[in-house]
């Protein structure tokens, strides 16, 4: 009997030290959940887009809707499609009012839409959700100008500011265009087709320049025209003026030569083709340069090109020879079709 008890106590102890060693290596090598679900932890911005026309403007623009796109995710920066969370948009700083409705994203991915009030450069926005680490993006919303054109009906827009460093935008519009016709105007942002070195400001004309029948409303003898304004800090004066004696043409040469104009025309889907230098509409020999049309000889066929006969300085006094040539500085480009445009 005592023997069996002996045998029976050891069989219990080795049950005993057999279940702590299986305790032990749970505690060290827990068994990995099945079906474990990773967990939202933060926020990334995908796009920052204008929604107001199709294709989109460059830039955002003041009182136009635009889109902040984003994802959901998790510590590693994978998308978590579950559960879905509200997301607000909120500005850090600028000078004007930031109306976005929050979104609740679907399958880990989401959009604000929102509207700025103002022009502003280097505008801060939040994008957080209640738990979330939070995420930033700086983007520019560009002054506009818009209307909705009638075939044969002159338009005036306007974009920007003489006094900002990106400058005024003017487009003149003298026959018109078909619905809706935009003015924009930034500071130049880099892409596949410009790398924007050098360049102050990025304004975009668009529109459809053509009738109910398809005609162009433009030509080489009737061109659309977009100028572009920038004060003397921005552009300042030639350095060879000598007042009484260089001529206006002279000057007027010196600026085109000085300050080039690249224009992107847009393709029929949408698309734009690369920046190319706007040359010279008439050329640059002969006083007075001739104004108001598009020589394709001397733009080499390009329907795009800088009115250099009628570059100008808002103080200006020029007869023949100039006694003053000071003030904002004004380069008229002339087109065809709808174009963008980068002045440096």
Request: with cysteine.
């Given at each position: 009997?005592?023997?069996?008890?002996?045998r029976?106590?050891?069989?219990?102890?080795?049950?005993a030290?057999?279940?702590?060693?299986m305790?032990?290596s749970?505690?060290?090598?827990?068994?990995?959940?099945?079906?474990?679900?990773?967990?939202?932890?933060?926020?990334?911005?995908?796009?920052?887009t204008?929604?107001?026309?199709?294709?989109?403007?460059?830039?955002?623009?003041?009182?136009?809707?635009?889109?902040?796109?984003?994802?959901?995710?998790?510590?590693?920066?994978?998308?978590?499609?579950?559960?879905?969370?509200?997301?607000?948009?909120?500005?850090?700083?600028?000078?004007?009012?930031?109306?976005?409705?929050?979104?609740?994203s679907?399958?880990?991915?989401?959009?604000?839409h929102?509207v700025?009030?103002?022009a502003?450069?280097?505008?801060?926005l939040?994008?957080?959700?209640?738990?979330?680490l939070?995420?930033?993006?700086?983007?520019?919303?560009?002054?506009?100008?818009?209307?909705?054109?009638?075939?044969?009906?002159?338009?005036?827009?306007?974009?920007?500011?003489?006094?900002?460093?990106?400058?005024?935008?003017?487009?003149?519009?003298?026959?018109?265009?078909?619905?809706?016709?935009?003015?924009?105007?930034?500071?130049?942002?880099?892409?596949?087709t410009?790398?924007?070195?050098?360049?102050?400001?990025?304004?975009?004309?668009?529109?459809?320049?053509?009738?109910?029948?398809?005609?162009?409303?433009?030509?080489?003898?009737?061109?659309?025209?977009?100028?572009?304004?920038?004060n003397?800090?921005?552009?300042p004066?030639?350095?060879?003026?000598?007042p009484?004696?260089?001529?206006?043409?002279?000057?007027?040469?010196?600026?085109?030569?000085?300050?080039?104009?690249?224009?992107?025309?847009?393709?029929?889907?949408?698309?734009?083709?690369?920046?190319?230098?706007?040359?010279?509409?008439?050329?640059?020999?002969?006083?007075?340069?001739?104004?108001?049309?598009?020589?394709?000889?001397?733009?080499?066929?390009?329907?795009?090109?800088?009115?250099?006969?009628?570059?100008?300085?808002?103080?200006?006094?020029?007869q023949?020879?100039?006694s003053?040539?000071?003030?904002?500085?004004?380069?008229?480009?002339?087109?065809?079709?709808?174009?963008?445009?980068?002045?440096?």
């Amino acid at each position: 009997m005592a023997e069996n008890r002996e045998r029976n106590r050891g069989r219990l102890a080795a049950v005993a030290a057999a279940a702590m060693c299986m305790l032990v290596s749970l505690l060290w090598n827990p068994p990995a959940a099945a079906g474990s679900t990773p967990q939202p932890v933060g926020l990334r911005i995908t796009s920052v887009t204008d929604t107001s026309h199709q294709p989109a403007l460059p830039l955002p623009v003041a009182h136009q809707p635009f889109g902040v796109s984003f994802d959901v995710v998790d510590s590693g920066g994978t998308i978590v499609r579950a559960p879905n969370v509200t997301v607000v948009l909120s500005p850090l700083n600028g000078s004007g009012l930031l109306t976005a409705s929050p979104a609740v994203s679907n399958n880990g991915h989401g959009v604000i839409h929102a509207v700025y009030s103002v022009a502003f450069h280097g505008l801060r926005l939040k994008l957080s959700s209640p738990g979330l680490l939070s995420v930033t993006v700086t983007l520019n919303i560009s002054a506009g100008g818009s209307a909705t054109g009638f075939a044969g009906v002159p338009i005036t827009l306007t974009a920007g500011d003489i006094s900002q460093p990106t400058g005024l935008a003017v487009a003149n519009l003298s026959n018109g265009a078909t619905g809706p016709v935009t003015l924009t105007i930034g500071p130049c942002v880099p892409d596949a087709t410009m790398s924007c070195v050098g360049a102050r400001t990025e304004f975009s004309l668009t529109g459809n320049f053509k009738d109910g029948s398809g005609a162009p409303l433009y030509s080489n003898a009737v061109p659309a025209s977009v100028s572009w304004t920038c004060n003397e800090q921005v552009c300042p004066r030639p350095a060879g003026f000598v007042p009484g004696l260089t001529t206006a043409t002279q000057l007027q040469v010196q600026e085109f030569l000085a300050h080039t104009m690249y224009v992107s025309l847009r393709n029929p889907n949408g698309t734009y083709q690369p920046f190319a230098p706007a040359p010279a509409c008439n050329g640059v020999t002969g006083a007075p340069l001739p104004t108001g049309t598009i020589n394709p000889q001397a733009t080499g066929g390009r329907e795009f090109c800088v009115d250099v006969g009628a570059i100008s300085r808002a103080n200006e006094q020029c007869q023949t020879t100039c006694s003053s040539w000071s003030g904002p500085l004004t380069l008229p480009v002339l087109f065809v079709e709808d174009p963008r445009f980068v002045g440096t």
